[in-house]
């Protein structure tokens, strides 16, 4: 089993995001709070992707080793590290560290470029970014790092929003984006893919068919269906199905709000119908998961 990036740090972090079980932001990332002596980690190789971001005033010296190559820099306050997930990377520093560690898991990243933000990502998603200095990223990161340490009833909720904020922030400046080119020979691009996902939103709660989504490409609907599918990764109806889905999941953390009428928002014909396909996506009843919410 793939380790995690906090198994192999030489301390524990002062704070941590991973009791936030029923946030959803928390399946887009897990942050840490390290402050550590001089010490070093081990070369590894990690599923996810790692974004350090370096707080401390005083500038010191650090070496990064990044598949094979060793890097020695001085590390100064507002500098970034980010090590894509399959990079074999080792660390070593000579001060007290003062860092936020973000963790990204790529298949949800990918999820949410494409349907919060409408980017079509490449499969690398985040480039080999070894150093280099955001001020403004990096208060982002002290601002998720103050919700965690607050630990009171609005850690959770301060957590979700500035995650996504983060998330933002970093995939609109440093996200790598797919070549038009490479999109299906430039037939399917992100201008395509926005015009859906925006037909899809503004539709949500109606029927919608593939020839609705072929039409707003401007494509025959097995054309749309073979390019969609290639691009994204899933066919255009279930894909439909499954933002239909997060969007009730999104609902249902409002208790006030009745499960039918989240179904009929999010439209499906019924509460039953709803349940259905909930349970067909989720492996559990909306009222099972909506229990484990609270």
Known sequence: MPRRYEDIYPSLPLLTSDGLDHV???QLMAVHYFRADPDEMPEDVFVEHHVL????AEPHRVINTRNGEVRDFTFSKNDIIVTPAGMRSGWRWFAQSDVVVIT?????????????LGMLLD????????????ADLCAAGVMIRDALEANDMTSGVMFEALSRVFLVKLLQRYGKRRPEE???SARFTSAHYNRVLRF??????????????????GMSASHFSRLFKDTVGTP???YVMAYRIEQALEMMRDPTRRLGDIALSCGFADQAHFSRSFKQVTGETPRKRRAAMS
Do not use: C, H, W, Y
């Not at 499969?123 to 955001?134: A, C, E, T, W």
């Open 24 to 26: 959803s932001a928390a």
């Open 53 to 56: 971001l370096n707080l401390k």
């Open 104 to 116: 990204l898991d790529p298949t949800q990243v990918q999820k949410f470029a494409e349907t919060e």
């Open 123 to 134: 499969p690398q998603q985040l480039g080999d970014l070894p150093l280099f200095s955001d």
């Open 182 to 184: 490479v999109a299906l």
């Open 200 to 217: 899809i939103r503004e539709n949500l709660e109606r029927t919608i068919s593939l020839d609705d989504l072929a039409r707003e490409a």
């Open 236 to 238: 255009p109806m279930q």
